[in-house]
């Protein structure tokens, strides 16, 4: 859908709830289902573990890969890896983006300009690309400037892709439905024996119950 000339009248019809949400998530749920089905997932294992967790035992060498954040620490892995674009889509792989801050204004504040001046400051091209390089996160502006050794080499050609290739958000937060936690937990259903078609059965009704209570 991101990677559409027809994006934002896709993206109106998820909103209005014309397209049900399952028709861009069966497959990844029936993904799912096909690992869990064929034993290739410990269901066990997957509904206890963190993310912490998760990356500390593939720092250990256990897994053949892991869904990574690119601020992750990789400082004491002992083995030689290489992030990469998750081969997803037709057309090739493309990297999920997500905020590693959020800034916003309470618009009660009774010192609303101070507010916005102070904001207005952090945003600031050279500022987004300080705080950027002190969370070891990648910056929200192009900049051919940007020296990007601090996330290591490992990252340089994904890197490149990010700002150059297919990003998706991880929340899109123009829809009015919830993407990222009510996944996780779609996910965490079929792991306790839900089928991928309840799961698609379930996140539709979510979506129509939030565009409901949006309109009310």
């Known amino acids: 859908m991101y990677t559409s000339d027809k994006k ?29 089905d064929k034993g290739y997932m410990d269901k066990k294992y997957a509904l206890e573990k963190t993310p912490d967790e998760s990356l500390a035992d593939f720092k250990a ?13 990789m400082s004491d892995i002992t083995f030689h890896y ?22 916003a204004i309470n618009p009660s504040s009774k010192q609303i300009e101070y507010a916005k001046e102070a904001l207005s400051y952090i945003l600031k091209e050279d500022n987004m690309m300080q705080i950027a390089k002190e969370l070891k996160a990648l910056p929200p502006v192009e900049t051919d ?5 601090y996330m290591g080499n490992e990252r340089k050609d994904a890197i ?7 990003t998706i958000p991880m929340e899109d937060t123009s829809l009015p439905f ?20 309840d799961v ?6 979510i979506q ?7 309109k009310e």
């Not at 896709?10 to 799912?32: A, Q, V």
């Not at 897994?63 to 992750?72: L, M, R």
């Not at 996944?183 to 078609?197: D, P, V």
């Open 61 to 73: 060498g256990h897994g053949v890969c892991i869904a990574a954040s690119s601020n992750y620490d």
């Open 145 to 149: 400037q940007m020296d990007f050794s």
């Open 160 to 166: 490149h892709d990010i700002y150059h290739g297919i």
């Open 8 to 36: 934002d009248q896709l993206l109106n019809d998820l909103k209005d709830g014309k397209t049900p949400i399952s028709t861009y998530m069966k497959d990844g749920f029936d993904l799912l289902e096909l690992f869990i």
């Open 82 to 103: 290489e992030m990469t674009s998750a081969n997803v889509l037709a057309d090739g792989g493309g990297f999920v983006v997500t905020s590693a801050r959020k800034f």
């Open 200 to 205: 698609c059965k379930e996140y539709d009704q």
């Open 178 to 197: 919830g993407e990222w936690e009510v996944i996780r937990n779609l996910g965490r259903e079929m792991l306790e024996g839900k089928s991928s078609k």
């Open 208 to 214: 129509q119950d939030a565009i409901k209570t949006e």
